[in-house]
C-alpha cells in the first residue's frame, strides 16, 4: 500500500483563503449562519480572505467582516410544497443547476480555498458542487461539511441523507464534519448512522451564539420603555405569525417592532400593515441587516425557530417564545421543543399562536429579567479560528511530504 499527499494548489506562502457555500432555497438561515463563521475566521492573524458563495442575493446588504467578498448564486426558490425551482429566470431547474454549478467550478478553480465549508448538503444542491469538490480534493484544499443541530425528524434525516449519497460524499472529499451545536441539546449525528471512520470526522463546535459579529449602531426609536421584538425569518412563510404579532395586545408602556423579512410576498406583507394600521406602539420593518441592534434593546422576544434566531436570543438571555415552523420541515419544532424542556426558551405551536395567546404571553415576558444560559454551549464561533488553522496545519504537513516521504508497505 502506498501513502500519497494530495498536491495543493492553495500555497500557505500567500494570505489563508477560506471558501463558504450555501444553497440558499428558503430563508437567509444558511447565508447568516456562514457570515457568522466568516466574521470569526476574519479574526484570525493575518486576516484571511474569505469568499462566501450564496443563493440569496440579499446577503450583499449584511455587513460583512474584513477581507470578505460575496458571490451570489442564480437564485433558487423552494415552494411551500417542496418543489425547487429557478427563483428569477425563465429556466428548467436543470438548467439553473448546470450554470450554478459552472458559476462555482470557475470562481473556486480560480480562487483555490485553502479550506471550503459546505452548508448542510455534501454535494451541494442537486449535486451542483460535485465537479468543484473533486478538483478542490485534487488540489489539496481542505474540505468541511457544516450541519445546524437539527436536520429533521431523525427517520427523514437519514432518508434524505442516504438520497443525498452522504456517507460516500464523506468518504470522497470530506475532511471533517462540524456540527454547529451542542450535543447534549440536540445532536443530528446519531439520526445519520455514520460509519466509524466517518463518526471520527465529526466536531460539535458548539452554538454558533457569542460573537456574531460586529453590530451596526444601535438605530435610533422613537419611544421610551420596554421593547418586544417580533421575527420571522425571512418572511417567505411568517405572514401568520406576522398578523398575530401585530395584532397581539401590548401592556402599558411596551412597544413592538415587527420584522417582516425581505421574502415576505406583497400580498402578505399589505395584511401584516393593515392589522398594525393605526397602533402608535408598533413599528413594521421589512428587512435588517444585523438584528443585534434591536435585540440590544428589546426586552423580550417572538420569533419562528430557526437555528440564527435562536442563537441569537440565547446569546442575549431574552426572555423567548418561539413560534416553530412545523411544515414541510420539523426541524424548529423539534429544536423548540428541546430547549423548552431546558428551560431556556417558551414554545407555542403555531395552530395555536392567536394575537391574545401572544399579548398573555408578552405581559408577563415583559416583566422577566435577561438570563443568559450557563449551561449550554454558545461559543462555537471562539472556537472555528482553531479548527480553521489545525485543518491549514494538516495541509502544510501534506505539502511538505516529497517522494522521499512516500512509504510502502
Same mark, same amino acid.
Given at each position: 500500500?502506498?501513502?500519497?499527499?494530495?498536491?495543493?494548489?492553495?500555497?500557505?506562502?500567500?494570505?489563508?483563503?477560506?471558501? @463558504?457555500?450555501?444553497?440558499?432555497?428558503?430563508?437567509?438561515?444558511?447565508?447568516?449562519?456562514? +457570515?457568522?463563521?466568516?466574521?470569526?475566521?476574519?479574526?484570525?492573524?493575518?486576516?484571511?480572505?474569505?469568499?462566501? %458563495?450564496?443563493?440569496?442575493?440579499?446577503?450583499?446588504?449584511?455587513?460583512? $467582516?474584513?477581507?470578505?467578498?460575496?458571490?451570489?448564486?442564480?437564485?433558487?426558490?423552494?415552494?411551500?410544497?417542496?418543489?425547487?425551482?429557478?427563483?428569477?429566470?425563465?429556466?428548467?431547474?436543470?438548467?439553473?443547476?448546470?450554470?450554478?454549478?459552472?458559476?462555482?467550478f470557475g470562481a473556486l478553480a480560480s480562487f483555490a480555498p485553502n479550506v471550503?465549508?459546505?452548508?448542510?448538503?455534501?454535494?451541494?444542491? %442537486?449535486?451542483? @458542487?460535485?465537479?468543484?469538490?473533486?478538483? *478542490?480534493?485534487?488540489?489539496?484544499?481542505?474540505?468541511? +461539511?457544516?450541519?445546524?443541530?437539527?436536520?429533521?425528524?431523525?427517520?427523514r434525516s437519514y432518508d434524505e441523507w442516504r438520497m443525498q449519497r452522504g456517507?460516500?460524499?464523506?468518504?470522497?472529499?470530506?475532511?471533517?464534519?462540524?456540527?454547529?451545536?451542542?450535543?447534549?441539546?440536540?445532536?443530528?449525528?446519531?439520526? *445519520?448512522?455514520?460509519?466509524?471512520?466517518?463518526?471520527?470526522?465529526v466536531v460539535h463546535t458548539g452554538y454558533l451564539a457569542h460573537g456574531r459579529? $460586529?453590530?451596526?449602531?444601535?438605530?435610533?426609536?422613537?419611544?421610551?420603555?420596554?421593547?418586544?421584538?417580533?421575527?420571522?425569518?425571512?418572511?417567505?412563510?411568517?405572514?401568520?405569525?406576522?398578523?398575530?404579532?401585530?395584532?397581539?395586545? %401590548?401592556?402599558?408602556?411596551?412597544?413592538?417592532?415587527? !420584522?417582516?423579512?425581505?421574502?415576505?410576498?406583497?400580498?402578505?406583507?399589505?395584511?401584516?400593515?393593515?392589522?398594525?394600521?393605526?397602533?402608535?406602539? +408598533?413599528? !413594521?420593518?421589512? %428587512?435588517?441587516?444585523?438584528?443585534?441592534?434591536?435585540?440590544?434593546?428589546?426586552?423580550? !422576544?417572538?420569533?419562528?425557530?430557526?437555528?440564527?434566531?435562536?442563537?441569537?436570543? @440565547?446569546?442575549?438571555?431574552?426572555?423567548?417564545?418561539? !413560534? $416553530?415552523?412545523?411544515?414541510?420541515?420539523?426541524?424548529?419544532?423539534?429544536?423548540?421543543?428541546?430547549?423548552?424542556?431546558?428551560?431556556? @426558551?417558551?414554545?407555542?405551536?403555531?395552530?395555536?399562536?392567536?394575537?391574545?395567546?401572544?399579548?398573555?404571553?408578552?405581559?408577563?415576558?415583559?416583566?422577566? $429579567?435577561?438570563?443568559?444560559?450557563?449551561?449550554?454551549?454558545?461559543?462555537?464561533?471562539?472556537?472555528?479560528?482553531?479548527?480553521?488553522?489545525?485543518?491549514?496545519?494538516?495541509?502544510?504537513?501534506?505539502?511538505?511530504?516529497?517522494?522521499?516521504?512516500?512509504?510502502?508497505?
Open positions: 500500500m502506498t501513502t500519497t499527499a494530495r498536491p495543493n494548489a492553495a500555497p500557505l506562502s500567500r494570505r489563508l483563503r477560506v471558501a @463558504l457555500y450555501s444553497h440558499d432555497a428558503q430563508g437567509l438561515g444558511h447565508t447568516r449562519r456562514n +457570515l457568522a463563521l466568516a466574521t470569526a475566521i476574519s479574526r484570525m492573524s493575518p486576516t484571511p480572505d474569505v469568499l462566501l %458563495f450564496t443563493g440569496a442575493p440579499e446577503a450583499v446588504a449584511y455587513a460583512r $467582516p474584513p477581507g470578505c467578498d460575496i458571490v451570489s448564486l442564480p437564485g433558487l426558490i423552494k415552494h411551500t410544497d417542496g418543489r425547487y425551482a429557478a427563483r428569477h429566470l425563465s429556466t428548467s431547474l436543470d438548467d439553473l443547476t448546470s450554470l450554478r454549478s459552472s458559476v462555482l471550503l465549508i459546505v452548508d448542510k448538503y455534501p454535494r451541494g444542491a %442537486f449535486a451542483e @458542487l460535485e465537479v468543484t469538490l473533486d478538483l *478542490l480534493t485534487l488540489r489539496g484544499t481542505r474540505i468541511v +461539511l457544516g450541519l445546524r443541530d437539527v436536520l429533521d425528524e431523525p427517520g456517507p460516500e460524499a464523506l468518504d470522497r472529499w470530506y475532511d471533517q464534519v462540524w456540527v454547529y451545536g451542542d450535543p447534549r441539546v440536540c445532536d443530528p449525528v446519531p439520526a *445519520l448512522h455514520l460509519p466509524w471512520a466517518a463518526a471520527r470526522k459579529g $460586529p453590530s451596526a449602531p444601535v438605530p435610533a426609536v422613537s419611544r421610551a420603555g420596554r421593547r418586544v421584538l417580533g421575527l420571522v425569518g425571512g418572511g417567505s412563510d411568517g405572514a401568520a405569525l406576522a398578523e398575530s404579532f401585530a395584532a397581539a395586545p %401590548f401592556p402599558s408602556g411596551t412597544t413592538g417592532i415587527l !420584522v417582516t423579512g425581505p421574502h415576505m410576498p406583497a400580498e402578505d406583507r399589505a395584511r401584516v400593515e393593515q392589522a398594525a394600521q393605526g397602533r402608535s406602539d +408598533l413599528e !413594521v420593518k421589512d %428587512f435588517a441587516s444585523d438584528l443585534d441592534p434591536w435585540l440590544a434593546q428589546a426586552t423580550a !422576544v417572538v420569533t419562528m425557530g430557526g437555528y440564527n434566531s435562536i442563537c441569537e436570543v @440565547l446569546a442575549r438571555g431574552l426572555p423567548t417564545l418561539v !413560534v $416553530p415552523r412545523v411544515h414541510p420541515r420539523r426541524e424548529q419544532l423539534l429544536r423548540a421543543e428541546r430547549m423548552s424542556a431546558l428551560g431556556l @426558551l417558551d414554545v407555542l405551536h403555531p395552530d395555536d399562536a392567536s394575537p391574545a395567546r401572544l399579548g398573555s404571553w408578552i405581559s408577563e415576558a415583559v416583566r422577566r $429579567p435577561r438570563r443568559v444560559a450557563t449551561d449550554v454551549d454558545l461559543d462555537g464561533l471562539a472556537r472555528i479560528p482553531d479548527l480553521v488553522s489545525t485543518l491549514v496545519a494538516g495541509q502544510a504537513a501534506a505539502e511538505n511530504l516529497t517522494e522521499a516521504d512516500v512509504v510502502a508497505v
